[in-house]
């Protein structure tokens, strides 16, 4: 099976990956993805993806990271889905909830309803 894993550095990103080392079999492959806004230096990105990276090794899961610059999160996770012909997507929610939720978005209702695979969200 290949589970695609938001990370982000935030905790709800941590859950996630914590969340799918203990649903994954040993032969399953996880694909990290980063997706960074515009403005957000790269490097942050690069350093969190090796500690991910680094975790996968201590867990003995095969792995792929990718970091994508520059674009709307929730589309960008949506093409990376379908890209890598993904079987489940694993991400984090912030929980928001009445206006900010309307006004911000919700990456993780939106890969919900638009990525071509079966989604969990860890809260």
Do not use: N, W
């Not at 290949?2 to 550095?9: A, F, L, P, Q, T």
């Not at 230096?41 to 350093?47: G, I, N, S, T, V």
């Not at 520059?70 to 949506?78: F, L, V």
């Not at 993904?86 to 990456?107: A, E, N, Q």
Request: aromatic share 8%; hydrophobic share 35%.
């Amino acid at each position: 099976m290949k589970y695609m894993i938001c990370v982000d550095g935030t905790e709800q990103g941590h859950k996630a990956f914590d969340f799918t080392t203990k649903l994954a079999r040993p032969d399953d492959t996880f694909y990290l993805l980063s997706v960074i806004k515009g403005g957000q230096p790269k490097q942050d990105a690069e350093r969190l993806m090796v500690s991910y990276e680094e975790a996968c090794k201590q867990h003995g899961f095969p792995y792929e990271a990718m970091i994508v610059e520059g674009a709307d999160p929730k589309e960008a996770i949506c093409t990376m889905v379908d890209k890598y012909d993904i079987d489940t997507l694993v991400l984090g929610t912030r929980g928001r909830s009445g206006i900010k939720k309307v006004l911000l978005g919700s990456v993780s209702a939106y890969c919900v309803t638009r990525a071509g695979c079966d989604v969990l969200v860890a809260k």
